[in-house]
């Protein structure tokens, strides 16, 4: 009886150095996925007239440029089947879900492309402070997505973004943690400046 269990321990004391190899092996690769950092920045426009939803994408994710374009027939839709086709769009994309939508209701744009592109205006947002990862989100006649690595003293700031005149809101989050939800007004014929944090 001593036998089985002298080769039960020789055998175990062979497994062992092999299973925790194995083990640290397994949780190295494991943390080389996570630890590798995805690039995205994003500009989004969604247009809602009751009648088609305008949804425009374009950006790029991790060195690759990707563009979307769409026109959707919505007349006689819900709110909420709306939201669930720009999400199913958003998800489709690898976007995750839709900024959300402003407390104030979005102006609807009635004018061609060429016509709304002429009258919006630049608009630099600021942020002598902001590092990490930062996601601002601007919510209004026009919805823009922004997402982006800002390391310490690294100029990420200003930005500037061509907007329509109207009232918006911007979302600032930063490492994940909503900072900031404020409105602001682009007006035309005036320097706008918006300070995030």
Not at 23 to 35: E, K, N, V
Not at 46 to 74: C, E, H, M, P, W
């Amino acid at each position: 009886m001593a036998r089985p269990s002298i080769l039960f321990y020789k055998t175990l004391s062979i497994m062992k150095p092999l299973l925790l190899s194995l083990l640290l092996g397994i949780s190295f690769a494991a943390t080389a996925q996570t630890s590798t950092s995805t690039y995205s920045s994003t500009h989004s426009q969604i247009n809602d007239n009751d009648k088609t939803l305008s949804i425009q994408i374009d950006g790029q994710r991790n060195g690759q440029q990707f563009a979307y374009n769409r026109t959707f027939n919505v007349r006689g839709m819900s709110r909420g089947e709306k939201d669930a086709l720009k999400n199913r769009v958003l998800d489709s994309l690898g976007l995750g879900e839709a900024p959300p939508t402003p407390h104030q209701p979005m102006q609807v744009a009635q004018t061609v492309r060429s016509e709304r592109d002429s009258r919006t205006v630049p608009v630099t947002f600021t942020c002598p402070t902001c590092e990490g990862r930062v996601k601002l989100i601007v919510s209004g006649p026009t919805t823009i997505t922004e997402e982006f690595d800002a390391p310490k003293n690294k100029g990420r700031f200003p930005r500037t973004m061509s907007l329509q005149p109207g009232t918006y809101y911007y979302e600032y989050w930063q490492n994940g943690v909503q900072q900031m939800h404020l409105p602001f007004t682009v007006k035309t014929g005036q320097q706008n400046e918006v300070t995030v944090k």
